[in-house]
């Protein structure tokens, strides 16, 4: 979770047990209304690194890349434009990726 608080910049909204093994943790950055949740699925479920489908939208990417790398986010993919806009795509420490966009 330190990662996603310390180094992303969301803030903790609810982290509360969800079993005896579990706990459910939803995070928010700034004052979206999106949520991004934090939980550990069983054998069966999703494993870390598997793919995302989404992207996170800010102002200015190559701002914001810059802030998070000197907080120690590592940039997979470095700000790039394309005819859409620019983007940026950051990993976690579990090697999950996400697409960082103008909105």
Aim: aromatic fraction near 14%.
């Amino acid at each position: 979770m330190k990662f996603w608080t310390e180094r992303a910049g969301f803030r903790v909204l609810t982290d509360q047990p969800f079993n005896d093994k579990q706990r459910w943790i939803e995070l928010r950055v700034g004052s979206s209304d999106t949520r991004v949740v934090l939980f550990v699925f069983d054998e069966q479920g999703l494993k870390p690194g598997m793919i995302f489908n989404g992207a996170f939208a800010c102002d200015n990417v190559e701002q914001t890349c810059q802030e998070l790398t000197a907080k120690g986010v590592e940039f997979v993919t470095p700000p790039t434009r394309q005819p859409w806009g620019m983007f940026a795509i950051f990993k976690d420490p579990d090697d999950n990726q996400f697409l960082l966009s103008t909105k």
